[in-house]
């Protein structure tokens, strides 16, 4: 499949709507409007020239093991030489190890064209750079001295290993064990499953982040430490573990998904005893983003994919007659029906790219302000959870869309679409499953704080629908988008009081008001991008088509994706005992 | 993956709910309720024991192309045999020749349990029923007697080659040709794509329907025939056609599905020369309806997997605290939101068990009956559309479920539930697409007689609703579903005069207008259930656990699936504008 990152809706969004460069100057970063351009055009022909033509492959090939090596797909080595020896990886790390240091908002769109580029190829990178937060963070001196530098550039991948059979999102039935030696560091042993990129041909060493048991550690996820454990030890052996098998999987299959075991492996402490959890949780916002980016990348991977085929495809005519009659048939893209489905994905894909963007703002803000930016920090604490399941349902369904689109060749693998779905299929089931996500709304934001933050964000959109109120064609859809604020005030208020009546209730209610909540801050956003385009018009920009374009998306959005809102709005209001009241035994008969 | 068929659902669905056993009678069929019964348990012995036990396999393994011959997966031979030997595979066949004559009421349960097992098998077998309608009904009596009696048995398999490269949807630009004998018979020339079953060795012949063009046919759909050619000639020699190159699919991959190659082979005219669209669409309702019950079947087996796993899976504690303190977690079908799939998925499956059986006592009688039951034969013709493209979007969002319920092992083949998500996606694409069944909804259906029959059908659920007003328990949800039925005659309404207002709201509401439809549908055979329910419960049944799951179910399906009819509600009324305007070449930038 051809991709081509979408560049001017890129720039719409970065510098338009959301101000990056000043976004840069806020946050002490040197970077330009005219650099950062560069950079988003050179990631481009990057992604788009070397990454994604190895992505069809990748899928077929998978990953081998032999023997305790693994080979990745054909070309795979060489572009990740290349990712590492352009700087690619070392984007966002930090600039005392080597790293560039740009914000999240700059750098979102890049990591976005290398999710649409290739999931698989991503996934190797995507862990090292949680895994370099993570020692950046809590490690030690003498392990960041250690690691850092060769994880910041590239040359070290970096995995998370939490996963055990029988701890998965309960992290608290952890069984891997840690024994403290006599020189400070620790014997780690224990099977681990779902590692991705636990081993690769791509670089010498892998720098594997252990969830353990300490021999005197507590119960529960109280009693779990963070340990560091790298497959070539400093003074270059091998370290005892290794890759035991392959999982076979649906998707993401250029991505080894490795069990691993690890026999009296030799590892140091990252942060204090027993702090395993909390050191994992300070990386969870930025790593739920990074898999939410990966759901917005497949999801404009398969637009780009559905919309090349309806515009090449001749099939049947169109409702009113022949629209090319020189032709045997239309191009399907005259067909209502194949609109809807490739409006559907565009609303979606720019849609969650601006909400993708805004929330990087306040990652950014939260990282580099820490305590200065409590705002920010409950802002994208807000936001996380719902960018994570939402972006990733929104990837599954607009890559379902873009299988329907090709028809039955839809189905064939070499068209690529039956593969972007099942490669986003993963997105709602790793980084906390998207139940998880909404649980935490839920339970940790939503509660947490008696919905001030929820309401905090209300009215920062309030404001945006009295700014639109101003331009005339924009009534109706403000109008709309002010009851929904109005509704989503009055029903996250409804659901705190049933969630303290009734602890039930959190479950009961959590993903349908997640994906209430998403629908409509997405239409806030398109609202915004509305009135962007209708003031870009009114000062007779030369590119009318491209605001007429946000128009019109718009406007489909609020009259036929908008109202999903209102079915998960009812099924909230279901509430628990519907959900309760069948005991499991009498599930089937 | 274990399959247990749902003998006791399905007995209150045929029995409780439709009464099969007086409709047998009024098609003066003999088949009493024990001898049903006894197939249904026989037939639940077979598919859960010898041919759910190969799908697994079948889908690692695939099928074979050796030269021009096709190997199915280990096992399906044998099984294909005592398919056969065993009398599974004329169940439904026309008495005159062999078969068994069973109406599609009686059947569909059966069937259904084959698509559970293994669509991959089913799809051979299910292919040759369609053929032997369309050789049954059209056919001379020379074709009936040369050919009938071993597809009906089995001994021979059928298949459909309708689609071409630059044809799928579009029939009328099919460039297949026919040219004449002197004998009597054509020679076929043309190649064919997505052939199901067009090669394969599970028979000694496979008898191809063929569409194809007479060399005076008039162009388009109207100089389309059917021919019948089979693989091997009635004088043993092989016909000159063969399978160039089986597809690489993303799921069935059991099912060989080929390219066709024929090259002048002989053939015989199926019906009247030019008709042959017309030979194909009698029988397009059955095979229609035989995708919809592989949206069931697929929906049922993912709803056992999810919730086989959601009992034993230990993670996580209750909210309310621990259910099972003596081990180290709950089960996890302890949380709300496990049960919110759980529910989906029941309430789904058994809904669309309903509208099946429903749905096959209308195809009966009109089978039966022809133009002594044109009410049936509307009716029929209203539903079909519904039951294809609803069931298999159920199908997929309940695999989908199946694969979010077991988490990241849902990722995982050998588990078998991303296998039914792969398999399940092909059901939305093939015998029209689900858009093209929406189209059909509109354009032949409502718009074909102004709504009479949807009106029809409005007033026989009105009656369900008058009758369960008379139970206490039942008012709230009654009410609510004849609220619904008010909306759905004034949607209905609304839809026919936007439509002949503009034709392009034709495709504009089809897809939403459906699923409207569906999802009230559902409401009000639950509706039935719950009233069936009570009654059974007032009378003090003995199985009064099994009943009282039937009404927390109907409870959980009208609170909180029965409000995504709003939000197709108010897509359709969203209309044609806001998909039309957008000029093609801007969709992108």
Known sequence: ????????????????????????????????????????????????????????NSDEQGCQLLGDAVTTPDGFRQAYQQYVDNGWASMTGPLAFGGQGLPQMASACFHEMLMSASLAFRIY??????????????????????????????????????????????????????????????????????????????????IHLVLARLPDAPPGVKGISLFLVPKILPEGQRNTLSCGALEHKMGIKGTSTCVMNFDDARGWLVGEANQGLACMFTMMNDARFQVGLQGLGIAEAAFQGGLAY???????????????????????????DVRRMLLTQKALVEGCRMFATYTARQL??????????????????????????????????????????????????????????????????????????ALDLIRRKLLGDGGAELNALIDEFTEIVEAARGQTALHEMADTI?????????????????????????????????????????GGFWLQAALRAQQALGQGSAEA??????????????????????????????????LMALPASDFSF
């Open 1 to 56: 499949m051809n991709y081509q990152a979408p560049l001017r809706d890129m720039r719409f969004v970065l510098h338009e709507l959301f101000d990056v460069t000043g976004h840069c100057q806020q946050l002490d970063v040197e970077l330009d409007r005219d650099t950062l351009d560069g950079i988003l055009e050179e990631a481009a022909r990057f992604t788009g020239g070397v990454i994604a033509p190895l992505n069809r």
């Open 125 to 206: 990178s995507g862990l090292t750079e949680s895994a370099v937060l993570a020692v950046h963070r809590h490690g030690s001196a003498a392990l960041k001295e250690a690691y850092l530098n060769k994880m910041v550039s590239g040359e070290w991948t970096g995995t998370m290993c939490l996963t055990e059979p029988q701890a998965g999102t309960d992290l608290a039935l952890l069984r891997t064990r840690a024994q403290p030696e006599a020189d400070g560091s620790y014997r780690i042993s224990g099977n681990k499953i779902f590692i991705s990129g636990g081993e690769q041909d791509l670089t010498e060493n892998i």
């Open 310 to 336: 309806a515009r090449e495809r001749l099939q049947s005519r169109s409702l009113t007659g022949a629209v090319v009659p020189e032709q045997a048939a239309d191009p399907i893209i005259v067909h209502p």
């Open 364 to 437: 950014d803000l939260e990282q580099a302000g820490g305590n200065d930016h409590p705002a920010a920090k409950r802002r994208a604490a807000l936001l996380i959870p719902i960018v994570k399941a939402f972006f990733t349902d929104v990837g599954q369904e607009v890559a379902s869309l873009g299988v329907q689109l090709y028809g039955g060749h839809g189905y064939i693998r070499e068209w690529g679409m039956e593969q972007l779905m099942r490669d986003s299929r993963i997105t709602q089931l790793y980084e906390g499953t998207n139940g998880i996500q």
């Open 482 to 522: 002010s009851q929904r604020l109005a509704e989503w005030r009055a029903l996250g208020r409804s659901v705190i009081d049933a969630c303290q009546r009734d602890p039930q209730e959190i479950g009961a209610v959590s993903v349908d008001f997640l994906a209430y909540s998403a629908y409509v801050l997405l």
């Open 545 to 578: 088509a491209f605001y007429q374009a946000k128009l019109h998306t718009a406007d489909f959005y609020w009259r036929r994706l908008l109202p999903r809102a209102s079915a998960h709005r009812d099924a909230v209001i279901g509430g628990a005992n519907c």
